[in-house]
């Protein structure tokens, strides 16, 4: 297995893990971010540009909700 192959399989996983402990706190959020960012340099490394973009708009999305978990319910 080679370099690049062990990086998207290690950020893949991270991406699972913290997407099923999401529930547990706001940190598994963060993390679930932080892994679509790596999965989103994955996809351009191995030359998949759409997995790339789709995996940074993921990763946006995520910082989006962990900056919302932060605040407290509107009235």
Do not use: K
């Not at 893990?17 to 996809?43: H, K, N, P």
């Not at 946006?60 to 909700?65: E, K, N, S």
Request: glycine share 10%.
């Amino acid at each position: 297995m080679d370099a690049l192959t062990l990086f998207g399989l290690v950020a893949v996983s991270l991406m699972l893990l913290c997407y099923a402990c999401e529930a547990r706190g706001r940190g598994w959020v963060l993390g679930f971010a932080a892994s679509c960012a790596l999965g989103s340099a994955y996809g351009f490394l191995q030359g998949a540009w759409p997995f790339g973009v789709v995996e940074a708009i993921w990763s946006l999305v995520a910082f989006h909700r962990w900056i919302n978990a932060a605040r407290p319910p509107a009235r």
